[in-house]
């Protein structure tokens, strides 16, 4: 019978390709030890019925020639013979495949990629990393004096738990930290936050355009830093890196992309974490992480409340880049009165997402506040009725009008 004829091996190429024919017979789904194969992939007919393979090619899925090399086989060393049609298109083929499955193209491909880093292993190399120069410079409370100091001591949040200064000071620490290229663990969390964004499995290189991709104002993410140190990398690293919050975080960076409603998402992570890092030295987080006996956990779980907060505006309301500085400014007066409310949206979103809804409400319907102003920029009428207009042209450039108001660190 014609399935039971078995073709021997043979030396002649198939389009220049080494080939090893075996019998039908023994195919069992991948689980025999002898199998009809042909540069690795199955074949069902004898090979003297396709001549010179061109119709077995064409016959096969994009996926199977990948998967078992023969797309890089065919561009592999030496001098490649004339380019027949099938050559044409297993080469468009490999080109689709390295975009679709590599990430983003121009990314040179390494077989050895940096291992994406958990928050917890970050973490972990500031605990036992020598701080002790920076944390004789930080400054974790606000300071007040006469009648500021004496309401804030009687009516004021609660005092921080002694067992938990340490933990803030360390986080003021890893605020003064830059970025270091010579630290393996830095640059792993910087190819971690790129990667997991925008979900692709391959590094990229330390500078380049691809950073402006995710929202840094240049080549070089370091510079953007001032003002949070390598907290505005760890706040990022957590949004991408906890499962229940990389969906929000892709959604945010997705909007972000919008041809409209466009805003670096990256720069505006910064403003999230230098609004959190102000709010922890306003004490308003005190009562929180006496709450919860911890620091670190309170201050990611505010910036994710803060970034969904924005978010929220800037969706619902359609707001553009002309408008970020004014929705920057609600979210940081709102943020620094309601610290609670704003824990507890984050806490609604997630369960809401977690039942397979969308909690989306227009932040506005429920705290109208005059500070938005008019969108698209202009004048804004605040507090006492003075106007005044908000730019938005960079990393904490906020000014501060209020007693602790943004600054840098």
């Not at 705290?367 to 698209?376: D, E, V, Y």
């Amino acid at each position: 019978m014609e399935g039971d004829v078995a073709v021997p091996s043979c030396t002649e190429g198939l389009n220049g390709l080494s080939r090893e024919c075996r019998p039908l017979e023994d195919i069992t789904n991948g689980h025999s030890n002898r199998k009809a194969v042909m540069n690795g992939l199955i074949t069902s007919r004898r090979v003297e019925d396709y001549g010179n393979g061109g119709a077995l090619l064409a016959s096969l899925p994009i996926s199977a020639l990948k998967q078992n090399g023969l797309l890089q086989s065919l561009t592999a060393g030496g001098d490649p013979p004339t380019p027949t049609e099938e050559d044409v298109e297993l080469e468009k083929a490999r080109q689709e495949w390295e975009v679709l499955d590599n990430g983003p193209p121009g990314l040179a491909q390494d077989p050895n990629p940096t291992p994406i880093i958990s928050f917890n292993e970050a973490l972990q190399f500031f605990q036992t990393t020598d701080l002790g120069d920076l944390l004789m410079n930080i400054q974790p409370t606000i300071r007040r004096a006469g009648l500021a100091a004496l309401t804030h001591f009687l009516f004021g949040p609660p005092r921080l738990h002694r067992e938990l200064l340490e933990e803030r000071g360390l986080v003021f620490a890893i605020a003064q930290c830059q970025v270091d290229n010579s630290q393996a663990v830095h640059m792993r969390v910087l190819q971690t936050i790129y990667k997991r964004l925008v979900g692709s499995r391959l590094d990229c290189p330390r500078y380049g355009a691809h950073w402006e991709g995710i929202g840094f104002q240049g080549v070089d993410p370091a510079t953007d830093l001032r003002g949070t140190g390598f907290l505005g990398l760890m706040h990022p690293l957590y949004f991408v890196m906890d499962p229940e919050t990389l969906p929000l975080a892709r959604d945010i960076y997705k909007l972000s992309q919008h041809p409209a409603q466009n805003f670096p998402f990256s720069v505006m992570s910064i403003n999230m974490t230098r609004i959190v890092l102000q709010v922890l030295r306003e004490e308003a987080l005190s009562r929180e992480c006496n709450r919860r006996q911890q620091v670190v956990g309170v201050l990611n779980d505010f910036y994710v409340a803060t970034y969904l907060y924005l978010y929220q505006l800037w969706k619902t309301q359609q707001k553009t880049i002309a408008d970020s500085g004014f929705v920057l400014k609600e979210v940081e007066l709102f943020a620094k009165k309601n610290p609670k409310q704003m824990l507890r949206r984050l806490e609604l979103f997630l369960k809401e997402r977690r039942a397979g809804g969308t909690f989306l409400p227009d932040p506005q319907d429920q705290h109208p506040t005059p500070s938005m102003g008019r969108r698209g920029g202009g004048s804004v009428v605040g507090r006492g009725g003075q106007g005044k207009e908000t730019h938005f042209t960079g990393v904490c450039d906020l000014t501060a009008d209020v007693e602790g108001g943004a600054r840098l660190i």
